[in-house]
Structures are given as C-alpha cells and as structure tokens.
C-alpha cells in the first residue's frame, strides 16, 4: 500500500525528469501501479483510514511521485455524495488536446503531496481543457473539464512532464495572475 513514506519529495530528480509513455498491453507491474495509486487517494479520503496511517486527503497522484517515471495518474475528485465522485479514473497517456484561452487559479493556491512546504501564490491554469486518455485496458477515452477538475488534472500532468505548481507562481508578486484570471473559490 502506498503511504507517504512511499511519497518522493522536492528535490528528488525523478520529480523534474519527463515520464515515458506506456505501451500497451500494460505489464502486470503497471496495473498493479494504477490499482495502487488509486487506491492511496481513496484511503487518503478516508477519514479513519487517512488517521491511522497519517495520510494527506489527496485527489490526484502521478507516478512519478512514487519514483516511476511513467505517464500515468490517478485523479479522484469527491462529489456532494460519498460514492458519486466528481471525476475519477487512471489516465495512461493523458494528453490535453485543446483549452480554453480562459485561465483560472484557486483563490487558496495549491499544495502537493510531495512537497511539504507551504508554497503560496496563486497558480494559472486552463479554466477548461479537452482531455483524452487511455485507460487499463487501452481504450481511449475524451472528456471535458472545467475549472477545479481541470485544475487538478493539469497538476498532475505537469509532474508528468517535470512540472512543480509554483513553477508557475509568479516569483515578485506571487497572487498576481494574468488579467482576466477566474478565482476559484
Ligand atoms: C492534493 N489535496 O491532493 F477539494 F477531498 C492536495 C494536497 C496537496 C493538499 C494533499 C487537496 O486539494 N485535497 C482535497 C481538496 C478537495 C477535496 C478533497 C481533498 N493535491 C494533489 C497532488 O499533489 N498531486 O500531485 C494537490 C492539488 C492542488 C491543486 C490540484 C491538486
Ligand atoms: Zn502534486
């Protein structure tokens, strides 16, 4: 089970190095992988669960956060209802085909589960995004996102590409973000 000893931090290369894609069919390693991470963030938002074994609430983790450098993440976004998520899949490949000129950022900024200081500054992103992936099987998949599910998966493909979310902070004035910017609350 993945814990948040098993979570690589800042300053870890694997962090700032380009994941590889996968190939299909999947290894068993790689679907043992995909169960592994979705499950972190399932036991993560477990209140009893998360308790026991100290883990942060998270709603997306990327492989490379667990020392693979492959192109693969989990995202679970919680809805109103327990069992009715918002969004939640491992992507495989994810790749954003097209968004919007729209940008929006969190009103509290961001965090991650690999970095464990409190970085503050808001952080620019698409407001939507076209999305398409594959999942375990190799099927693909298209969705359209918006706003904090659209936020989270740009999050999670940046670590994919070496990314850091205050990468994109801006460093004289951190909550500063480009005219127009939507504030998500
Ligand atoms: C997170 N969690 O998982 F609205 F159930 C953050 C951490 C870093 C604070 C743990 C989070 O935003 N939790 C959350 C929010 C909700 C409802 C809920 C839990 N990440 C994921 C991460 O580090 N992935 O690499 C950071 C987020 C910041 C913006 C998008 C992802
Ligand atoms: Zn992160």
């Keep these: 089970m993945i814990t948040m000893d098993t979570i690589i931090r800042e300053g870890n290369p694997i962090l700032r190095a380009r994941a590889a894609q996968l190939t299909f069919p ?15 963030l399932e036991n993560s938002q477990d209140e009893e669960i998360a308790k026991k074994y100290r883990l942060r609430a998270g709603v997306g983790l990327a492989a490379p956060q667990v020392a693979v450098s492959k192109r ?12 009715k998520p918002i969004f939640k899949h491992v992507l495989i490949n994810p790749t954003i085909l097209s968004e919007s000129v729209q940008l929006a950022a969190l009103a509290e900024g961001e965090g991650c589960l690999s970095v464990d200081r409190d970085v503050p500054g808001y952080v620019p992103r ?37 990314i850091l979310f205050f990468d994109h902070i801006n460093k004289d004035n951190p909550f500063t973000a480009p005219e127009g910017t939507l504030l998500l609350e």
């Design 26 to 40: 999947l290894k068993d390693d790689e679907r043992q992988l995909a169960h592994d991470l979705m499950e972190f």
């Design 72 to 83: 693969m993440t989990a995202v679970l976004v919680p809805g109103e209802e327990p069992d």
């Design 126 to 162: 698409h407001a939507r995004i076209k999305l398409r992936w594959f999942d375990l099987d190799g099927e693909e998949h298209v969705a359209r996102l918006q706003n904090y599910p659209a936020i989270v998966v740009q999050h999670e493909i940046d670590h994919l590409n070496g």
